[in-house]
């Protein structure tokens, strides 16, 4: 668990970390989460005038547990927009928000 992994100083890394573009383009019929999630995406990256993709990256970026995302693209306008991640800022309140879509329910 990342518990274990942050108790014992192993680093995490996330692998495809914008989920194929789940959570800034989903399919129709995604769970309600994932809606709800890539909702609150579009509309921070609308506010902060940037990407989804730097959206769900400088998420993945502050996460407590210091996760590193692997990027899993070769398209040079990806790994441009995963880049802006590192401009954007996200209040406590919205990474909670996020946090919270994304699970469908309340934190822990």
């Keep these: 668990t990342l518990d274990y992994c942050r108790l014992h100083g192993i680093l995490v890394q996330a692998w495809s ?4 573009g789940a959570l800034t383009n989903p399919p129709h019929d995604a769970p309600d989460n994932v809606l709800a999630a890539a909702e609150l995406v579009a509309q921070f990256a609308a506010e902060k005038e940037t990407t989804g993709a730097a959206i769900v ?9 210091g996760i590193q995302p692997v990027l899993g693209t070769t398209n040079t306008q990806r790994i441009a ?28």
Aim: net charge neutral; charged share 25%.
């Design 81 to 108: 927009d995963s880049c802006l991640a590192d401009d954007v800022t996200l209040s406590r309140e919205e990474w909670c928000r996020l946090f919270i879509a994304a699970r469908g329910g309340r934190l822990p």
């Design 57 to 65: 990256l400088a998420w993945l970026l502050r996460h407590p547990a």
């Design 17 to 20: 970390p914008v989920a194929q």
